[in-house]
Structure formats: C-alpha cells, structure tokens
T-cell receptor, first 111, second 112 residues
Framework: GQNIDQPTEMTATEGAIVQINCTYQTSGFNGLFWYQQHAGEAPTFLSY????GLEEKGRFSSFLSRSKGYSYLLLKELQMKDSASYLCAVRDWVQGGKLIFGQGTELSVKP | DVKVTQSSRYLVKRTGEKVFLECVQD?????MFWYRQDPGLGLRLIYF???????EKGDIPEGYSVSREKKERFSLILESASTNQTSMYLCASTQGTGYEQYFGPGTRLTVT
C-alpha cells in the first residue's frame, strides 16, 4: 500500500530555519514533490527529488533518502509570507505515475 | 507561464442537481487531473486523463464522471450532487509524468 506521513502543524519564528519532514511507503517510488499552498489558493510547485541528496533553490532546499523513505523541506530565513501549508507528494509508477499526497503541514511563522 | 483555469471559484448547488466543473489549460499538456481537498484528508485523486477521450479512475471516483473531448479541457461531472460532495475541487495538468503538476485556483462547491 501507500502511506505518506508529515506533521500536521509547525510553528517557527521569522528569520529562523525550519525543517518539514515527510516519510513515505510506496510500491514503486518514482520521485517526490513539495508544494506550497496558501490558504484559499492552489498548490504551487516548490521542488522535485528523484535521486538521493539535496536540491537547493534559493531559501528552500529539499532532501531525499530513498533507502529510508524520507524527505525533508528546509526553509531558511523565514518570512511571514512563508506561512502556508506544505504538501509532500510521491509519484508511484506502479500506480500509473499518479501523485499521492500527504495531508500537508500547516506552518505558522511568528514575528 | 502555464495557466490552468476553472469555471467557478464558488458554487452552491442543491442535492440531486447535476453539476459541471470545467477546467482549461493553455499549455498543450497531455495529462489532466481532478482532485478534491478536504480538511484532514489532503488531496485525493478523483479521475485523470492522459489523452483526449481517455480517462482513468483515481482513488475516489464514486459519484463522479469526467469528459475530455478536447486536449485543453477536462470536465468533472457530479451526476446527482450529494452533501458529502461539498469540498474544494482542484484541477491540475502536467506535460508528462516526470514533470510537476500545475493547479487551477480551485472551485469551492457547497451542496445543500
């Protein structure tokens, strides 16, 4: 079966660093995506990992370990506008390449 | 920029009505998807399509059908709306399975 777990809520302070973890179990892993979703808006793409290691994109980085079924999204120099829900999604080739989404982590950035 | 548009941001329908949700993308993407998003349940796939006239069931297809007559347009149909179909509906498209999905703004449907 498939299962994706991420924390429901996190709180961090403006200017700080926060790490949002995602663990997954899938039949045929074929890539992991992170999306950001502000309240009332559509999800927007942040990052994609298919090989082990760290992908850096400005203030955001994403890490993947396929052997551990684990990924994290790292947000540096937090800003108030980073308050949003962060969705981890895994592509499963056994499921025809569909994306399977976690429930999302609601991040609140405080001043 | 990829643009995915949905016909309505907010919709209120009565139980038993037939409901059409339209989605249009302007980037010639092959693949299109319909999700619903509910608190505590995340995004769940209803139906998807890899080509014109082609459709595949997702994880929760019951009570829904879809239509893809043109490449750019993917419609979600609720044959007889029920209150448990009150939700946020999101359409997405992608150029292929190795690429990110682009989402529309969503339609918040309320069935009374």
């Amino acid at each position: 079966g498939q299962n994706i777990d991420q924390p429901t809520e996190m709180t961090a302070t403006e200017g700080a660093i926060v790490q949002i973890n995602c663990t997954y179990q899938t039949s045929g892993f074929n890539g992991l995506f992170w999306y950001q979703q502000h309240a009332g808006e559509a999800p927007t793409f942040l990052s994609y990992n298919v090989l082990d290691g760290l992908e850096e994109k400005g203030r955001f980085s994403s890490f993947l370990s396929r052997s551990k079924g684990y990924s994290y999204l790292l947000l540096k120099e937090l800003q108030m506008k980073d308050s949003a829900s962060y969705l981890c999604a895994v592509r499963d080739w056994v499921q025809g390449g569909k994306l399977i989404f976690g429930q999302g982590t609601e991040l609140s950035v405080k001043p | 920029d990829v643009k995915v548009t949905q016909s309505s941001r907010y919709l209120v329908k009565r139980t038993g009505e037939k409901v059409f949700l339209e989605c249009v993308q302007d980037m010639d993407h092959e693949n299109m998807f319909w999700y619903r998003q509910d608190p505590g349940l995340g995004l769940r796939l209803i139906y998807f399509s890899y080509d014109v006239k082609m459709k595949e069931k997702g994880d929760i297809p019951e009570g829904y059908s879809v239509s893809r007559e043109k490449k750019e347009r993917f419609s979600l149909i609720l044959e007889s709306a029920s209150t448990n179909q009150t939700s946020m509906y999101l359409c997405a498209s992608t150029q292929g399975t190795g690429y990110e999905q682009y989402f529309g703004p969503g339609t918040r449907l309320t069935v009374t």
